[in-house]
């Protein structure tokens, strides 16, 4: 890698009491500056001024360079457009001697594959003659360099605008459940359907649901395990929507021997009630939990999706009324005690949809997300050496 550029440049800090040193119109980067995984779009947060740099240990870099953190976040690095400074977490290389995309991509690589192998113990590093002693293979025609330089970039540019699209719809759904669903001591909500107008109702989560805890059976006993009943563990809900395949199962045999309950699919939501409270899933089949559960059978006359929609504030709640010495635990009676404004079943429904189709729309695009990710990841196993 030294042998590719000309120059390298270290890193340092200002003195942070000298108000002479800072606020200027150098661009001076951290290692929290840099987004792990990305290469590019670098947004300085810190400027300092020439003073600063002739005072400190930092040095003007020129533009075009790649900067690598090689002390706290080792292993990021990007490509820099613009002439910056950088603290001492840095090395960067200059007048590069190949197309810097490629060689960019080429560092990442090596790195990753490398980085479990780095020295140190509080704080992982890595210093310069050791990266600059590492090799990486190129290709000796600067075309071949740039189409697989551009071609990896284009994927980090697919990647950067789905996720971009992805936060901006959980934005959008943060919104809507702020404005869709009545603030403290109101009735209505300031954002409604058409054609709906009456005020929504004061109810108790326990008017709402059925809410049911679960139990384990003994480990001790085969015969309680491995049977056909899906059994969930609270490590298990948060990540997706929906729950419908267990890691572990249990027997009809064990679900007797045990104070774990049967919940019915399609109208349960799963919510975790201890060791990370208010985790929640929507239940699609037949299925019992262990203890760490309150789970919420919602009766006839109430929207499964429009209670899941409100799950912030059920968490909310469950935080603030959980007790416990050893741990935080809230009760199913507590939590049955929780007051809410609920709407006619028909303005249920359709918020309920509503917030479906949005919550459809996210995990597509996370889906979207993931796929390109895993693109990149076998075209650099593939592409480079």
């Known amino acids: 890698m030294g042998e590719m550029a000309e120059e390298t440049y270290g890193g340092g800090t200002p003195s942070t009491l000298n108000k002479a040193y800072w606020n200027g ?4 980067i951290q290692s929290s500056d840099l987004v792990e995984h990305q290469l590019f779009g ?3 947060r810190k400027y300092i ?3 600063g740099v002739c005072s400190s240990a930092a040095k003007l870099v020129p533009e075009n360079s790649i900067a690598i953190v090689t002390r706290v976040g080792v292993g990021k690095l990007a490509t820099m457009p613009f002439a910056f400074a950088t603290s001492q977490d840095f090395l960067s290389l200059s007048n590069l001697k190949c197309e810097i995309w490629f060689f960019a991509y080429s560092i990442y690589k090596k790195l990753q594959r490398d980085i479990d192998a780095v020295q140190g113990t509080s704080i992982k ?4 003659n050791e990266l600059l002693s590492k090799s990486i293979c190129a290709p000796s025609d600067i075309l071949e360099q740039t189409s697989i330089g551009n071609f990896l970039h284009l994927l980090d540019d697919a990647i950067t605008l789905h996720k971009r699209k992805l936060d901006d719809l959980k934005d959008l759904k943060h919104g809507y459940l702020q404005q869709m669903f009545p603030q403290a001591g109101e009735s209505v909500p ?15 989560l326990g008017d709402v649901a059925e809410i049911v805890g679960g139990g384990t059976p003994d480990t001790a006993n085969p015969a309680y395990w491995n049977g056909n009943i899906e059994w969930f563990s609270p490590t298990e809900i948060g990540t997706e929507t929906y729950a419908s395949i267990s890691h572990k199962k249990i027997s009809e045999l064990g679900l007797k ?3 774990a309950k049967m919940l ?4 349960t939501i799963l919510f975790t009630s201890r060791a990370g409270i208010g985790d929640m899933a929507i239940l699609t089949r037949p299925a019992a939990t262990n203890q760490g559960f309150q789970s919420l059978e919602i009766r006839k006359t109430f929207d499964v999706y429009f209670i899941y929609s409100m799950g912030s504030k059920i968490k909310e709640y ?10 935080l635990e809230i009760s199913g009676k507590n939590l049955g005690r929780m007051k809410l404004r609920i709407p006619t079943f028909k303005e249920q429904t359709a918020i309920g949809n509503f917030f479906r189709n949005l919550d459809d729309q996210i995990t597509a695009q996370k889906q979207k997300l993931s796929q390109l990710k895993q693109l990149k990841f076998a075209y650099l196993q593939k592409m480079l050496i």
Do not use: C, H, M
């Open 25 to 28: 119109n150098i661009p001076w």
């Open 42 to 44: 670098v947004s300085p």
């Open 49 to 51: 001024t020439e003073s």
């Open 125 to 128: 590093g890595i210093t310069k």
């Open 190 to 204: 300031l954002v409604r359907f058409a054609g709906f107008t009456e005020p929504w109702q004061k109810r108790t």
């Open 257 to 259: 021997n045990s104070s």
């Open 264 to 267: 019915t699919g399609g109208s």
């Open 318 to 327: 469950a935080l603030k009324n959980a007790s416990g010495s050893t741990f």
